[in-house]
Structure formats: C-alpha cells, structure tokens
C-alpha cells in the first residue's frame, strides 16, 4: 500500500517556469522525504523535512509540511530541462512511497 | 565515494527459474533496504536488514521471496520459481543510521523480466 499520494499526476511546464507538487500521507511520520528518479540517475535523496518543521529550502527546493493536512509540497524554482524526472514524497517507518508525479520541463 | 551498487543491472528468466539479485551497499551503511517498483509506481517496501538481522520483512509478498545479509553488508535478495507478476525494478538502499530519520541512498536497479 502506497503512504504518500502525489498530485498531479503528471506536470509539463516551460524552462524558467516554477513547478509545484503536492503530497498527501496517511499516517503518523516523524519526518517526509522527497526523492527524484529519472532514468539517468536512479532514485535520488532531494530533501528531508521532520515533522516539527513547517518549511525547508534547499537551492531552488522549497519544501512546506502540514502535519494538521498530512499534506507536504514541494516547489521547484527556475525550473531547468534537467528537472525532468518523476518525483515522489516517501515517509513512515519503512520509507513508504506514493506512485509520483512526473515532471516535464520543455527547453 | 562509490555508490550502492547492484548486479545485474537486466535480468531476464523464464517462469518456474530461481533468481538472486546482489547489492552492495556503500562501506560502512548500517541499514540495508530492498524495494520493488512497477512500471509507473512507486517503490515498495520489500524488506529492512540493520548489519546482519533483518528487522522487517513484512513486505515480501510471498514466501518464495527470500533476502540475506549474513555478513552485514552485500546482500542477496532471492525470488524462487519466479512468476510473471515479479517482473520490476528491484531497489537496494543504504542508510548510515537508523530509519526513519536518515535519507537513503539508492542503487541503480535490477530490471527482472519474467517470460
């Protein structure tokens, strides 16, 4: 069973253009992680936020928890080609993740 | 610093073969994950090994899915008498530490087709 529910789905936005995603968890976590995969690179560690922190940024990644919602977002600034790749929130005990959203950025 | 890696990268068996798929997690990683991802889904968790002792394994869908570590640190994950709805994309990751408070870090893959 799937944690973590992504929306969209899936997500095509010009270079340069801001994207956000969306995430919903079912239960309890202690913190929620955001990971990218793309064929080129595998499953990658993008962000960690615990669940007493509200916001979190790191380089063009701004990443915002509601424990109240069991809701997370993550906003991708300047967007770049090479943020094409599917994105998932993944939380729990067993790091379990939602099906993703995928990420186009047309150059 | 090498990455997790895993072997092989494709496998190809035929329904009814026994397969094991290796991961060599990065040197020193105390935790040790093994995931299943469907085309088009997210991971699923599969099994947990913290050095040599596998903690969770709630996630093998059947008993003829069987994963080791016996010396805390390569690990085998091994299908028996493999079916048609075990082709995925298996995932090894390590962690440093303990979940669920440390990130993971992923190696490639191994893509099992089932004929």
């Known amino acids: 069973s799937q944690q973590g529910e992504e929306d969209p789905q899936a997500l095509s936005i010009q270079e340069g253009e801001n994207a956000t995603m969306n995430c919903s968890y079912k239960?309890?976590?202690?913190?929620l992680q955001w990971y990218r995969q793309n064929s080129g690179r595998g499953l990658v560690h993008l962000i960690l936020?615990?669940?007493?922190?509200r916001e979190k940024h790191s380089g063009r990644l701004r990443v915002t928890l509601d424990t109240s919602k069991k809701s997370s977002s993550l906003l991708i600034t300047a967007s770049r080609a090479a943020d094409t790749a599917s994105y998932f929130c993944?939380?729990?005990?067993?790091?379990?993740f939602g099906e993703g959203t995928q990420l186009t950025v047309n150059p | 610093g090498a990455g997790v890696s895993q072997s092989p990268r494709y496998k190809v068996a035929k329904r009814g073969q026994d397969v094991a798929l290796r991961c060599d997690p990065i040197?020193?990683?105390?935790?040790l994950f093994w995931y299943q991802q469907a085309l088009g889904q997210g991971p699923e968790f599969l099994t947990y090994?913290?050095?040599?002792?596998?903690?969770?394994k709630s996630g093998l869908p059947s008993d003829r899915f069987f994963a080791e570590r016996p010396e805390g640190s390569v690990s085998t994950l091994k299908i028996q008498r493999t079916q048609q709805e075990d082709s995925a994309v298996y995932l090894c990751?390590?962690?440093?530490?303990?979940?669920?408070?440390?990130?993971?870090?992923f190696g490639p893959g191994t893509r099992l087709t089932v004929t």
């Open positions: 040197s020193g990683h105390v935790s």
């Open positions: 993944a939380g729990g005990s067993r790091l379990t």
């Open positions: 990751a390590s962690s440093a530490l303990q979940v669920p408070l440390y990130e993971q870090y």
């Open positions: 090994f913290q050095n040599e002792a596998q903690l969770d």
């Open positions: 239960t309890s976590i202690n913190n």
């Open positions: 936020i615990r669940s007493n922190e």
